[in-house]
Nanobody, 120 residues
Framework: QVQLVESGGGLVQAGGSLRLSCAAS????????MGWYRQVPGKQREFVAT???????NYADSVKGRFTISRDNAKNTVYLQMNSLKPEDTAVYYC??????????????WGQGTQVTVSS
């Protein structure tokens, strides 16, 4: 049993900031990659950012320079600091984690999603 619990979403004006958090819990041996994805109704879920266990990051072009992904391995938590938010950032944001429940067994998990709404 592994759960990803997200928090930090909400309503913010354009130009503002939000910080999303996602904590993994359960039968965790270790966590490899963690990431954030977002989805707008009628569109496919899209990649936002990922971070490896060692701290290497990757960002979608649309958020480079504005968003920062980070993680606290001791807390099994990944963060997404979102600055200079734009209305087009409005979406449901989902946390993702590649979790090793055993040394030789790895599963992919998703959070429940948290709504981010940026008003103009």
């Amino acid at each position: 049993q592994v759960q990803l619990v997200e928090s930090g979403g909400g309503l913010v004006q354009a130009g503002g900031s939000l910080r999303l958090s996602c904590a993994a819990s359960g039968s965790i041996f270790s966590i490899d990659d963690m990431g954030w994805y977002r989805q707008v109704p009628g569109k496919q879920r899209e990649f936002v950012a990922t971070i490896t266990a060692g701290g290497s990051t990757n960002y979608a072009d649309s958020v480079k320079g504005r968003f920062t992904i980070s993680r606290d391995n001791a807390k099994n938590t990944v963060y997404l600091q979102m600055n200079s938010l734009k209305p087009e950032d409005t979406a449901v944001y989902y946390c993702n984690a590649e979790v090793r429940i055993l040394l030789y067994r790895k599963n992919n998990y998703w959070g429940q999603g948290t709504q981010v709404t940026v008003s103009s």
